[in-house]
């Protein structure tokens, strides 16, 4: 039992973690990064217009995003 309580806990803590930090880009100035903060490439005109205030390139945001996909099918099968 106070194993299941930990994961809920554990999970509940990252999806504040992750709550915050989309309210912290939504309050952010809107203002897109002209280098990926990740690998530094720069990041097209029209991906920084489409999407306001983005910090990462579009390949390193495929991979934070099928990062945080593995991550929340990991704890589902568990
Ligand atoms: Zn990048």
Known sequence: MADDADRAQVINDQFQADMLAQAQ??????????????????I??????????CKLCVSCQQEQEQEQKELLSHWRTI
Not at 44 to 53: C, D, T
Request: hydrophobic share 10%; proline share 7%; aromatic share 4%.
């Open 25 to 42: 880009q939504n309050n952010s100035t809107g203002i897109s990064n002209r280098f990926c903060e990740n690998c530094e490439e720069p």
């Open 44 to 53: 097209p005109e029209g991906r920084r217009k489409a999407q306001k205030g």
